[in-house]
C-alpha cells in the first residue's frame, strides 16, 4: 500500500509539473513528511528524509526535460554554465544548512515557503521591470542563491530560476527551459550532500541511503516522467489559469497545515 502510493505521487507530481511547468518538489515533499509520519518514521528527520528523496527524484525526472528543451533548441546553455558553478555551491551549502534544522524548524520553513509559492501562483504576481542579463559573476551569484535555496526546500529550483530569468529580459520559453537545465545540478548536488548527512543516523528506517528513501524513490520515478507528458497534454485542452488557482489554493491549504 505504502509504494502504491509513491506512485500515486509519482504520477500526481508529473501531471502538475506537465499542467504547471513546475517542479514536482512542491507536491512530492510536503506528501512525503506526511507519509512518512504516517509510517511512524521519527519526527526528527521526516522532513529532512522528505527532502533528499525529492531531490533524488528529480535527478531522473530532469534529465528527461533538459532533452526536450534542448531539442526545441531552448535552453540557454551561456547562461546556464555559470549559474550552474553557483548552483553546485549552493545546493551543497543549502542541504548542509537543512541538516543542522531540527526536523520541525523545517517543516515550519518549508511551509511558509509553500505559502509564499501560493500566494504568487493565486495573484499572478511576476516580475514587471526587466532588466538586462547580468555578467558572468552575476549569474554565478545568482546560482548560489537559488541553489542554496531549493536544496533547502527539496525542488528543482524552476519557482526561483524562472522569475529570476524573466526579470532579466530571457524569454519566457527560454526561462523555463534554462530552469529544467539547472535543475539538474541542483538535484544531483543537494541529493549527494543529503545522502552524506544523514549517512548512519540513528532514526533512519530500512532501505534509506542517507536521507534519500530508497522505496519512494523508485516508486515517485517510475510514474512521474510518464505523467509529465500526460499533463502535458491536458495543458493544453483544460482551463490553465483554473486549474493554476486551484492548485495554488491547494498549496495554501498545505503551506498552513505546516504552520499549525
Known amino acids: 500500500m ?40 521519527s519526527a526528527d528527520i521526516t522532513a529532512h ?23 526545441q533548441k531552448a535552453v540557454r546553455w551561456e547562461l ?69 535555496g531549493s536544496a533547502i526546500f527539496g525542488i528543482g529550483g524552476g519557482t526561483l530560476t524562472v522569475p529570476f530569468l524573466s526579470w532579466r529580459s530571457v524569454q519566457m520559453q527560454q526561462a523555463v527551459a534554462t530552469s529544467a537545465a539547472c535543475g539538474l545540478p541542483i538535484a544531483i548536488a543537494g541529493a549527494a550532500t543529503n545522502f552524506w548527512t544523514g549517512w548512519g543516523h540513528e532514526s533512519l528506517p530500512d532501505y534509506a541511503l542517507g536521507f534519500v528513501y530508497l522505496p519512494a524513490l523508485v516508486g515517485i520515478v517510475a510514474t512521474s516522467v510518464i505523467f509529465a507528458r500526460f499533463g ?3 495543458a493544453h485542452k483544460l482551463d490553465a489559469r483554473l486549474l493554476k488557482r486551484l492548485f495554488a489554493i491547494l498549496l495554501l491549504i498545505v503551506g498552513i497545515r505546516f504552520l499549525f
Open 80 to 148: 546556464f554554465r555559470p549559474m550552474a558553478v553557483g548552483i553546485v555551491v549552493g545546493a551543497v551549502l543549502g542541504a548542509w544548512t537543512a541538516s543542522l534544522l531540527s526536523g520541525p524548524a523545517l517543516e515550519l520553513i518549508i511551509g511558509f515557503f509553500v505559502i509564499l509559492v501560493g500566494l504568487k501562483m493565486l495573484l499572478d504576481v511576476n516580475p514587471k521591470t526587466a532588466r538586462p542579463v547580468p555578467g558572468g559573476v552575476g549569474l554565478v551569484g545568482a546560482g548560489g542563491v537559488i541553489g542554496w
Open 49 to 71: 528524509l522528505a527532502v533528499g528523496t525529492s531531490l533524488a527524484t528529480i535527478v531522473f525526472t530532469s534529465i528527461s526535460s533538459i532533452r526536450s528543451h534542448h531539442l
Open 232 to 234: 502535458a497534454v491536458l
Open 2 to 41: 505504502v509504494f502504491g502510493l509513491y506512485l500515486a505521487l509519482g504520477a500526481l507530481a508529473g501531471t502538475l509539473a506537465g499542467l504547471f511547468g513546475i517542479g514536482g518538489g512542491l507536491v512530492i515533499v510536503p506528501v512525503l513528511i506526511f507519509s512518512f509520519g504516517l509510517q511512524g518514521i
